[in-house]
Nanobody
Framework: QVQLVESGGGLVQAGGSLRLSCAAS????????MGWFRQAPGKEREFVAT????????SYADSVKGRCTISRDNAKNTVYLQMNSLKPDDTAVYYC????????????????WGQGTQVTVSS
């Protein structure tokens, strides 16, 4: 089993920045990639970004490309999502996920999920 704990969410004004963190523990040797997803009220969970465990491969949703950067710290078993130029449309619960396979933008491809962290962007 893999446990994922997100942190770093909060309330920020439009144009501001936040950095989300996701700490992984447990059977992390089984993880090959991690991702960030988000879910706004009344909407389906959507892909934000993904990164391979080595950090060599990344992919972003078009909606956040150029504003968000996903990265990882191997020593801390932690993945980050730096979000800049935030917009009210970015308001959602952000979830960290891990999978045994290669990077993917599909939520149902992920094996483990965190509890989520709320990000609220005010206009």
């Amino acid at each position: 089993q893999v446990q994922l704990v997100e942190s770093g969410g909060g309330l920020v004004q439009a144009g501001g920045s936040l950095r989300l963190s996701c700490a992984a523990s447990g059977s992390i040797f089984s993880i090959n990639s991690m991702g960030w997803f988000r879910q706004a009220p009344g909407k389906e969970r959507e892909f934000v970004a993904t990164i391979s465990w080595s950090g060599s491969r990344t992919s972003y949703a078009d909606s956040v490309k150029g504003r968000c950067t996903i990265s990882r710290d191997n020593a801390k078993n932690t993945v980050y999502l730096q979000m800049n130029s935030l917009k009210p449309d970015d308001t959602a619960v952000y979830y960290c996920a891990a999978r045994r396979g290669i990077v993917s933008g599909l939520a149902n491809a992920y094996d483990y999920w965190g509890q989520g962290t709320q990000v609220t962007v005010s206009s």
